[in-house]
Structure formats: structure tokens, C-alpha cells
């Protein structure tokens, strides 16, 4: 089985300081793995995907990802933190169960991140 | 532009009234798919589809119907068997399962139980 866990629900960052929300995952076979953002009563955006190419994952915004297997672990990161990256972020794996193509999403419980002034 | 379109952005319900959210795309894609979002739960997966004429149920799927009757739209009822259906809904598309491709979202509706 896989599973998605995001380990803060809540992260408060002064603006202009580096931001980091923490994500591991369990998966049986190598999966895709994706960060989303949601702003207040929107949809959800692709930040960035690590698909088995390069480990260090670069995304919109001036975010990144490092895909970690040894220690199962996709953080997100920012160098420097800016007011409109307040929101909710969701970390999520896809993973193919069988080798019939039947795969599944599976999303972490989300992050809020908060911008201090 | 491509994209999902979710209608309408807030729905309000009666007590054993079915309601009907609509989830249309021009992406082209195959596969779609219905969320639930709850605070704090991330998002559940209610029904999925990955062609024309065929769904399956997700995580929680008791209380909700599906159709997919056209590749471009994936509309989902919401049935007074629901108990709770005051949440978020979110639709989303991908390319056939497979592709490790990114699922793209709609901008969702609200629905609240009145």
C-alpha cells in the first residue's frame, strides 16, 4: 500500500526566510510524486513532479524538491519566502499497483504555510 | 484555453434533496476523477474514470453516482444516502493511467447542507 505523510499541518515563516514543508511516502514501486498548492476555495495547482528523471526537482515560483529514496522523502523548498506563497500545499504520489495499469493518487493531509511581514 | 470547469462554485442543499455538480474538460484527457475535501483530511477520492462508459468507486463512494457518458464531462451526484455532504468537491483530469502524468483540477464547488 502507499501512503502520503506530511508531517506539519501548520508552518509560519517570516517573509524572505527559507521555507520548508516536509513530505515521506511509502510506496511498493517506484512512484511519481507531485507537490499541488490550493489558495482560499481554489483549485489545486502543480507545483512541481519528480517522474525517475533528475532528483532535484525545480517547480514554479522559485520552488524545488529533492526525491530522496533512501530515506523515502520529497521536501518542498524555497530559499526566500514572499507574501502570495501563503496557502495550502499538498504533497501526492502516484503509483501504478499492477501491472494492469490501475494506479492511484494518494494525497498527504496538506500543509498551511503562513508568511509573517 | 484547456481546462476543467467546475459548476456551480457554491451549491446549497436541503435535507434529502439530490444535487448535481457538473465537471466539464477540453483537455482531452481520459481519465477523471472526483475528490472530497474535508479540513484536515486532504483530499478522498469519491469516483474515477478512465474512459467513456466506465467508472470505478474510490475510498467513499456510498451516497454519490456517477456518468460518463462523454470523455468530456464527469458529472457527479451528490444523493440524500449521503450523510455528511457538506464539503469541497474538486474534479480533476489526467492522461491514461500509465503515463505518470500530473492530474489537473478543477477550481471546485462548495456545496452546504441547509
Known amino acids: 500500500a502507499q501512503s502520503v505523510t506530511q508531517l506539519d499541518s501548520h508552518v509560519s515563516v517570516s517573509e524572505g526566510t527559507p521555507v520548508l514543508l516536509r513530505c515521506n511516502y511509502s510506496?511498493?514501486?517506484?512512484?511519481?510524486l507531485f507537490w499541488y498548492v490550493q489558495h482560499p476555495n481554489k483549485g489545486l495547482q502543480l507545483l512541481l513532479k519528480?517522474?525517475?528523471?533528475?532528483?532535484l526537482v525545480k517547480g514554479i515560483n522559485g520552488f524545488e524538491a529533492e526525491f530522496k529514496k533512501s530515506e523515502t522523502s520529497f521536501h518542498l523548498t524555497k530559499p526566500s519566502a514572499h507574501m502570495s506563497d501563503a496557502a495550502e500545499y499538498f504533497c501526492?504520489?502516484?503509483?501504478?499497483?499492477?501491472?494492469?495499469?490501475?494506479?492511484?493518487?494518494?494525497f498527504g493531509t496538506g500543509t498551511r504555510l503562513t508568511i509573517i511581514p | 484555453d484547456g481546462g476543467i470547469t467546475q459548476s456551480p462554485k457554491y451549491l446549497f442543499r436541503k435535507e434529502g434533496q439530490n444535487v448535481t455538480l457538473s465537471c466539464e474538460q477540453n483537455l482531452n484527457h481520459d481519465a477523471m476523477y472526483w475528490y472530497r475535501q474535508d479540513p484536515g483530511q486532504g483530499l478522498r477520492l469519491i469516483y474515477y474514470s478512465q474512459i467513456v462508459n466506465d467508472f470505478q468507486k474510490g475510498d467513499i463512494a456510498e451516497g454519490y453516482s456517477v456518468s460518463r457518458e462523454k470523455k468530456e464531462s464527469f458529472p457527479l451526484t451528490v444523493t440524500s444516502a449521503q450523510k455528511n455532504p457538506t464539503a469541497f468537491y474538486l474534479c480533476a483530469s489526467s492522461l491514461p493511467q500509465g503515463t505518470y502524468t500530473e492530474a489537473f483540477f478543477g477550481q471546485g464547488t462548495r456545496l452546504t447542507v441547509v
Open positions: 501526492v504520489v502516484r503509483q501504478l499497483l499492477s501491472n494492469f495499469g490501475n494506479e492511484k493518487l494518494t
Open positions: 510506496s511498493s514501486y517506484s512512484p511519481s
Open positions: 519528480y517522474t525517475s528523471a533528475a532528483t
